[in-house]
């Protein structure tokens, strides 16, 4: 079936036209004057012969097998059509129509009915609502777009067909090439996580690009995404990342946004390079088609002028890439080949009157240095640079060495003509120092994604039963949040160090309570019905003795019938009183794209002034867990700062570990919060104080 989608032996325009300003006209045009060379069938009930092809009333009036049909009627017509592709035996129809799922109910009734016929006959859809599928390997254009893209190594897709034809324009003018650029539509069947399953096993792909509004399976894409990217990279440009833009996609494709956040994570957690504007799409889009990844982070830097040197050193130590420090042969051969007034260590500074093989020879000392991983090259149009033949020398000498080389000539009308010797000879190139930094930057951080090795998920021993008996006690009574007692039974199953508690009845059963449990005590009322403690006063800390507690326990009750006379109040929980530690707050919601989403972070001010948290996706590895603790900006408050001791880091990587356990155990929990979890020092491990548990409905 994708064979017939990528590589049919025919093809069948249905709504081809006469009238050259029709798009079934300019599609089948497209087919024809590109140059595939399979069976070609118009179809249209009118006519006779269209661009030099017999045209054939339908589908099923066509002598030969028909592989493919593109689909140019009016909306109406579509389902009556995929009948006659399945009559047919069509294997892959793209749906070049509008007018479905993105115009409200009838058009979603009517995009379902045509996927309900493809599926019935084992039909592919590309669509609806899409500009078309172009292969360059085998002059395949199905598509209206105004041109056929050069044969290259990077394919294309994307959610917006407008956006397709805009990148189609800016890659012909940049020698950018093309394997396969498919516009994704509607993605009624086929989304991207299927174009990454073919693109994976595509010899001809070397790396995808992708504009995305939304994803259609959340973990289904992060898995294949994982598989993908430790062979090829992917890029992506996710549109929708304000709230605005949210809603701007939903009245587009009708795709449900999943929230930034979200994305954000998944990407990193599957190895995709997330670009944040097509300009970085493209930027990124080059470095990677064009050029080998670096070994490691060191840049060697070669440039005419001292500013632009330093402009481009500062770039890329922001995106961690260091200047290398050139071997002491490569800078004694610099010294002794360049005028006396160059800079011999990095950046090299060959000086603004430079000629081309003065760069030449520094671009070639650079590149074999064993300490240089890669190399970005500056040049400024002065007087008596050789722009053309600098640009030559470089494509030349990076021929040579498998290391990356990056350009960025400064400048827009001098330094044209040598961009188009550097586009054309494979060099990547920039407007501006900092996005060769950054290119580089993703460069060598998708190189260390791919030697990560995967680690396998732990799982903890747990008491699940338990877990699922505090759960169903609370379904069963129809309460979506759960009470203090059973979401502590949740977490303890779990394995997650609670204070000691216990539900007194009464005054004297708090009393024989306290004894047990020992002093300093905490008391809180626990009542379905309320559900803000301290608020009502419900909450006393600090009890020291049996007076106390009668104290304390009358108190309590008293403030709870006075917020609700008639609350269900089951009793007052005598808890111990644990000692502070450094306040985390760990939390869980579920993204309506990729599932359960943890977050981590320090408590109190930290997460409510500075929103100093971070989030993945679960389930988690322990790899993952510890990258996310170092990941907060206050890390260094739980690492020991100012001479205190470090806090138990593998206690709270743990605390993590087991909460994305439970809620891969639990997919019915949609929201929790333990918060504060106390963190003590190193080798005395953690305490939940306090925890919300919400299951779905
Ligand atoms: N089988 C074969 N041909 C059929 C047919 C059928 N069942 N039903 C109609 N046709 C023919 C028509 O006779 C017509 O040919 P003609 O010019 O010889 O008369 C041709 O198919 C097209 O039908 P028409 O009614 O003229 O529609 P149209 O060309 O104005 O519009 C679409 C059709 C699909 C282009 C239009 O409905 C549409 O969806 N446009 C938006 C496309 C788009 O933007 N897609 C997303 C891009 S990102």
């Given at each position: 079936?994708?064979e017939?989608?990528?590589n049919?032996?025919?093809?069948?325009?249905?709504?081809?036209?006469?009238?050259?300003?029709?798009?079934?006209?300019?599609?089948?045009?497209?087919i024809?004057?590109?140059?595939?060379?399979?069976?070609?069938?118009?179809?249209?009930?009118?006519?006779?012969?269209?661009?030099?092809?017999?045209?054939?009333?339908?589908?099923?009036?066509?002598?030969?097998?028909?592989?493919?049909?593109?689909?140019?009627?009016?909306?109406?017509?579509?389902?009556?059509v995929?009948?006659?592709?399945?009559?047919?035996?069509?294997?892959?129809?793209?749906v070049?129509?509008?007018?479905?799922?993105?115009?409200?109910?009838?058009?979603?009734?009517?995009?379902?009915?045509?996927?309900?016929?493809a599926?019935?006959?084992?039909?592919?859809?590309?669509?609806?609502?899409?500009?078309?599928?172009i292969?360059?390997?085998?002059?395949?254009?199905?598509?209206?777009?105004?041109?056929?893209?050069?044969?290259?190594?990077?394919?294309?897709?994307?959610?917006?067909g407008?956006?397709?034809?805009?990148?189609?324009?800016?890659?012909?003018?940049?020698?950018?090439?093309?394997?396969n650029?498919?516009?994704?539509?509607?993605?009624?069947d086929?989304?991207?996580?299927?174009?990454?399953?073919?693109?994976?096993?595509?010899?001809g792909?070397d790396?995808?690009?992708?504009?995305?509004?939304?994803?259609?399976?959340?973990?289904?894409?992060?898995?294949t995404?994982?598989?993908?990217?430790?062979e090829?990279?992917?890029?992506?440009?996710?549109?929708?990342?304000?709230?605005?833009?949210?809603?701007?996609?939903s009245?587009?494709?009708?795709?449900?946004?999943?929230?930034?956040?979200?994305?954000?994570?998944?990407?990193?957690?599957?190895?995709v390079?997330?670009?944040?504007?097509v300009?970085?799409?493209?930027?990124?889009?080059?470095?990677?088609?064009?050029q080998?990844?670096?070994?490691?982070?060191?840049?060697?830097?070669?440039?005419?002028?001292?500013?632009?040197?330093?402009?481009?050193?500062?770039?890329?130590?922001?995106?961690?890439?260091?200047?290398?420090?050139?071997?002491?042969?490569?800078?004694?051969?610099?010294?002794?080949?360049?005028?006396?007034?160059?800079?011999?260590?990095?950046?090299?500074?060959?000086?603004?009157d430079?000629?081309?093989?003065?760069?030449?020879?520094?671009?070639?000392?650079?590149?074999?240095?064993?300490?240089?991983?890669?190399?970005i090259?500056l040049?400024t149009?002065?007087?008596?640079?050789?722009?053309?033949e600098?640009?030559?020398?470089?494509?030349?000498l990076?021929?040579?060495?498998?290391?990356?080389?990056?350009?960025?000539?400064?400048?827009?009308?001098?330094?044209?003509?040598?961009?188009?010797?550097?586009?054309?000879?494979?060099?990547?190139?920039?407007?501006?120092?900092?996005?060769?930094?950054?290119?580089?930057a993703r460069?060598?951080?998708?190189?260390?994604?791919?030697?990560?090795?995967?680690?396998?998920?732990?799982?903890?021993?747990?008491?699940?039963?338990?877990?699922?008996?505090?759960?169903l006690?609370?379904?069963?009574?129809?309460?979506?949040?759960?009470?203090?007692?059973?979401?502590?039974?949740v977490?303890?199953?779990?394995?997650?160090?609670?204070?000691?508690?216990?539900?007194?009845?009464?005054?004297?059963?708090?009393?024989?309570?306290?004894?047990?449990?020992?002093?300093?005590?905490?008391?809180k009322?626990?009542?379905?019905d309320?559900?803000?403690?301290?608020?009502?006063?419900?909450?006393?800390?600090?009890?020291?003795?049996?007076?106390?507690v009668?104290?304390?326990?009358?108190?309590?009750?008293?403030?709870?019938?006075?917020?609700?006379?008639?609350?269900?109040i089951?009793?007052?929980?005598?808890?111990?009183?644990?000692?502070?530690?450094?306040?985390?707050?760990?939390?869980?919601?579920?993204?309506?794209?990729f599932?359960?989403?943890?977050?981590?972070?320090?408590?109190?001010?930290?997460?409510?002034?500075?929103?100093?948290?971070?989030?993945?996706?679960?389930?988690?590895?322990?790899?993952e867990?510890?990258?996310?603790?170092?990941e907060?900006?206050?890390f260094?408050?739980?690492?020991?700062?100012r001479g205190?001791?470090?806090?138990?880091?593998?206690?709270?990587?743990?605390?993590?570990?087991?909460?994305?356990?439970?809620?891969t155990?639990?997919?019915?929990?949609?929201?929790?919060d333990?918060?504060?979890?106390?963190?003590?020092?190193?080798?005395?491990?953690?305490?939940?104080?306090?925890?919300?548990?919400?299951?779905?409905?």
């Open positions: 079936m994708l017939s989608l990528l049919p032996q025919s093809v069948a325009v249905v709504g081809a036209s006469t009238n050259p300003t029709k798009l079934g006209y300019l599609i089948l045009d497209n024809i004057k590109y140059g595939y060379q399979g069976q070609i069938y118009p179809i249209n009930p009118k006519a006779k012969e269209i661009l030099d092809h017999t045209c054939y009333p339908s589908l099923t009036k066509v002598p030969g097998p028909v592989d493919m049909a593109v689909i140019v009627v009016p909306a109406k017509f579509v389902a009556s995929m009948r006659d592709c399945g009559e047919k035996g069509v294997g892959a129809a793209i070049i129509t509008a007018g479905f799922r993105e115009t409200g109910a009838e058009g979603r009734q009517m995009e379902r009915e045509v996927l309900e016929i599926r019935e006959h084992g039909i592919r859809i590309v669509g609806p609502n899409v500009l078309g599928v292969n360059t390997t085998n002059s395949l254009n199905a598509s209206f777009a105004a041109g056929m893209p050069e044969k290259g190594r990077i394919s294309f897709m994307s959610q917006s407008a956006l397709c034809t805009g990148i189609l324009d800016w890659a012909a003018a940049n020698s950018l090439g093309f394997a650029f498919v516009s994704l539509g509607n993605k009624a086929m989304d991207e996580t299927d174009f990454l399953e073919i693109w994976h096993h595509d010899s792909t790396v995808v690009i992708a504009y995305l509004e939304g994803i259609a399976d959340g973990p289904r894409f992060m898995k995404a994982r598989e993908f990217t430790k090829k990279p992917l890029i992506v440009v996710k549109s929708g990342t304000t709230s605005a833009g949210s809603r701007a996609v009245s587009h494709t009708g795709t449900l946004a999943g929230s930034d956040a979200a994305y954000d994570t998944a990407f990193k957690q599957s190895g390079l997330r670009a944040h504007s300009s970085e799409l493209f930027a990124y889009s080059t470095a990677f088609a064009y080998p990844l670096p070994k490691g982070r060191h840049v060697a830097i070669i440039t005419n002028a001292g500013g632009p040197g330093i402009m481009a050193t500062d770039a890329c130590e922001k995106k961690g890439i260091h200047l290398a420090t050139l071997a002491p042969e490569t800078v004694s051969f610099l010294q002794e080949n360049l005028p006396a007034a160059a800079n011999c260590f990095n950046p090299i500074d060959v000086l603004g430079a000629y081309a093989d003065r760069y030449k020879l520094a671009l070639k000392a650079a590149l074999e240095d064993p300490n240089v991983d890669a190399a090259f040049l149009p002065q007087a008596m640079t050789e722009i053309e600098t640009a030559r020398a470089v494509v030349e990076s021929r040579d060495f498998d290391k990356p080389v990056l350009a960025n000539f400064m400048g827009a009308k001098e330094v044209a003509a040598g961009n188009r010797i550097l586009g054309e000879g494979q060099i990547p190139y920039y407007g501006f120092p900092e996005e060769a930094a950054a290119a580089l460069m060598a951080e998708y190189r260390e994604w791919r030697e990560q090795s995967s680690e396998s998920l732990e799982r903890f021993s747990i008491d699940q039963e338990r877990a699922a008996t505090a759960l006690t609370a379904q069963k009574a129809g309460r979506l949040r759960l009470n203090e007692m059973e979401a502590r039974q977490i303890a199953a779990y394995g997650l160090p609670l204070p000691k508690s216990q539900l007194a009845l009464s005054v004297e059963h708090a009393v024989r309570l306290a004894k047990e449990i020992g002093y300093p005590l905490v008391m009322i626990i009542s379905p309320i559900l803000h403690k301290s608020d009502i006063g419900g909450v006393k800390v600090g009890i020291k003795n049996e007076k106390e009668r104290v304390a326990y009358e108190e309590i009750i008293n403030r709870a019938y006075r917020y609700m006379a008639d609350a269900d089951w009793g007052v929980a005598v808890q111990e009183m644990v000692k502070v530690g450094k306040e985390i707050i760990l939390g869980v919601t579920k993204d309506p794209t599932g359960h989403m943890l977050m981590f972070g320090l408590g109190g001010i930290y997460v409510e002034v500075l929103k100093d948290v971070v989030f993945r996706i679960a389930p988690l590895s322990r790899a867990a510890e990258e996310m603790v170092r907060i900006r206050s260094p408050l739980l690492a020991g700062a205190e001791k470090p806090s138990d880091l593998i206690a709270i990587t743990d605390c993590i570990l087991r909460i994305s356990q439970m809620v155990d639990f997919p019915q929990i949609v929201e929790l333990i918060n504060p979890l106390f963190a003590y020092e190193e080798g005395e491990g953690t305490m939940a104080v306090d925890a919300r548990i919400v299951i779905g409905e």
